[in-house]
């Protein structure tokens, strides 16, 4: 029997997190318990004032607030990004009315199978073969998936700039058809802790998978100038008139022609 607990996902590696890096652990374990509320109540990662308020210690209100893991909301407080990580109300609530309708027809198809059974007691082997190799090919395609989806987590923790998650997502499973997880991995850890990126300036997670940027070279030391050296007016001057001062020399050196008179 199918069990209907919920469960909200948290990436392994969200302890080393830089804003998880700074919660103290009392804040840490609240935060927690706080995704867990907002998954048993399915309120969408939105807490009322008073929610909020039982939920979290003052300590670990002005901590969460502070790195940004917990914001103010026209309903009270809302999770930060809680929709892009974990199932949103409307999909548990499709997800269980699908799976009524699927044991609905299950209940219906079981009967119908029965009575086909007094029937034709033997199936043929061969709809039982064809079946297990669709099973097989179903079960490796999702743990295919699933295993991008971690890696791409593994990389988006890692990335300096959060934004588009989706599209960053997209442009991952492309980008792993070119480069092994390993090398984007390592492009972006270099990427991250280039001492010459500027945070304004860093790109959008898609743009820089896209223009295949975990092979780029350091980003050029800040302040430096390209430009060309100029020439020196002065010494070509110089040289122009030693030249035209020689010219006149040579002509003065040479000799009189002297006609006999």
Known sequence: MSSDRLFFKLHNGFPEHPKAFELSDKAFRQLIEAWCYCSRNLNDGQLTNAQFLKLFSAKSRKELL???????????????????????????????????????????????????????????????????????????????????????????????????????EKAYIKARKSATAEQLLEGVRRYAADPNREQEFTKLPATWLNAGSWDDEPLPARGASFTATRPDHSSRARAKEADMLARFNAQNDQPFLEIEG
């Open 66 to 168: 502070t790195v940004g893991f917990v914001k103010p909301s026209s309903f009270g407080y809302e999770m930060h990004d809680y929709l892009e990580h974990q199932q949103s109300a409307e999909d548990v609530e499709n997800r269980r009315n699908k799976r009524a309708m699927a044991g609905s027809k299950g209940g219906k198809a079981k009967a119908n199978g029965l009575a086909s059974a007094k029937q034709m007691p033997q199936q043929t082997p061969s709809k039982l073969v064809a079946d297990t190799d669709t099973d097989t090919d179903t079960r490796e395609a999702k743990a295919s998936l699933s295993k991008t989806a971690e890696e791409f987590m593994d990389w988006y923790l890692e990335y300096p700039r959060k934004a588009s998650r989706a599209v960053a």
